[in-house]
């Protein structure tokens, strides 16, 4: 037990700043003194710590707000925390809100930097990457596909000659600025997507829904458009978010979950609803310039879309084929004036590219 008045304190009483040296007494309350004189009266139950430099500084919900009351002394601290049952429920109830109050800011930081943050930084990066690291993300991205969809890339010579030649005339007419390797896969998932760096993707599948050239034409000028765009190299940022920017700084990009997820939203097709309509208008360019309709890739896709619209890997899965992407279509028709881009032989060699010999 501390003898009465020997506890030693520094007082505010609420009225000024000024600091006064005082006394403590332990009785029925605590009892402030002063030069013999008893200041103030704090009920035991009626005070809660505060936060202060002191080992213990105290307030008295019963006194004025800014009365405080502070104490270094071991004893004192010890005597006061035996006493006041209620010392410690204004701070916890304090530390309560502080943590519910940084939870929220820490959730609400996550959602901004998700919805504005991370697609900026993708926006800046994909501007400005050099396109031999762009090549390195999609090999990365290319290994996942092959690991999704283990189908044999097709090599009939004939065939491949004939997506080459049709894949040429496309990138001329649209200027891509990038080197392209185009393949068939014997998927038979109907689909084609581009990868980063100029990989751009049939599948068989796809393949076999078109009935003349000019369908698959479009659908790979509207891939080359994504090329030109760096849409794909943007959507793996985008998707993989801080576990891809993290990787990039370290310098592994070919690793973890980042790249598998960037993988799978480019086979959906999951672009934006802006980067889709950016691909059309540049596929309806590209074979304007070559004299054709964009029209038959309009027809391919209404067929895919009605026959495999339930396909969550369908080449429309990610961005349905609305009226808005139709009536671009049949705006950009205009009767072909340009060579065919691929003769008869050549149509039948591409259709059966993937065929045994």
């Known amino acids: ?37 008893v200041v103030a009266a704090w009920p035991y139950d009626d005070i809660r710590r505060v936060d202060g430099p002191h080992r213990l500084r105290m307030s008295c919900v019963s006194a004025l707000p800014l009365a405080r009351l502070e104490t270094d002394s071991e004893a004192v601290v010890r005597e006061l925390q035996a006493r006041c049952r209620l ?7 304090r530390q309560t809100w502080r943590i519910v109050g940084w939870s929220l800011a820490a959730a ?29 993300i999609g090999d990365a991205v ?33 200027g891509v600025a990038f080197p392209l390797t185009a393949e068939v896969s014997s998927s038979t998932v109907v689909n084609a997507f581009a990868l980063p760096g100029g ?56 690793g973890g979950g980042a790249v598998i997820l960037a993988a799978r939203s480019i086979i959906d097709a999951s672009y934006s609803r802006d980067a889709e309509r950016d691909a ?13 309709s964009p029209l038959p890739m309009g027809e391919l896709l209404f067929r895919v879309t009605g026959e495999q619209g339930k396909n969550p890997l369908s080449i429309l899965a990610g961005h349905p084929l609305t009226e808005e992407r139709l009536d671009t279509m049949k705006k950009g028709h205009r009767p072909n004036t340009g060579a065919e881009l691929l003769s008869a032989a050549q149509w039948r060699a591409l259709k059966a590219i993937c065929r045994a010999s």
Do not use: W
């Open 1 to 37: 037990m501390i003898p009465a008045d020997a506890a030693t304190a520094a007082y505010r009483d609420g009225t000024s700043s000024r600091k006064r040296a005082v006394t403590l007494r332990f009785a029925e309350q605590l009892q402030i003194i002063e030069d013999g004189t």
């Open 87 to 93: 010392l410690d429920a204004a701070q916890a109830g």
């Open 108 to 136: 609400c930081s996550i959602v901004l930097v998700t919805l504005y943050g991370i697609p900026l930084i993708a926006e800046r990066l994909a501007s400005i990457l050099p396109f031999a690291l762009e090549k390195r």
């Open 142 to 174: 290319e290994a996942q596909v092959r690991f999704l969809f283990p189908g044999q890339v097709c090599d009939r010579p004939e065939g491949k000659a004939a997506f080459a030649a049709m894949v040429s005339k496309l990138s001329a007419a649209g």
């Open 199 to 254: 990989k751009i993707y049939l599948f068989d599948g796809l393949l076999q829904k078109a009935r003349n050239p000019d369908e698959i034409a479009g659908v790979i000028a509207h891939e080359l458009g994504h090329v030109q765009h760096r849409d794909s190299l943007r959507k793996v940022i985008q998707t993989g978010g801080t576990s891809f920017l993290i990787g990039l700084l370290l310098g592994d990009i070919t």
């Open 280 to 292: 059309d208008a540049f596929a309806v360019e590209v074979m304007h310039k070559l004299g054709r």
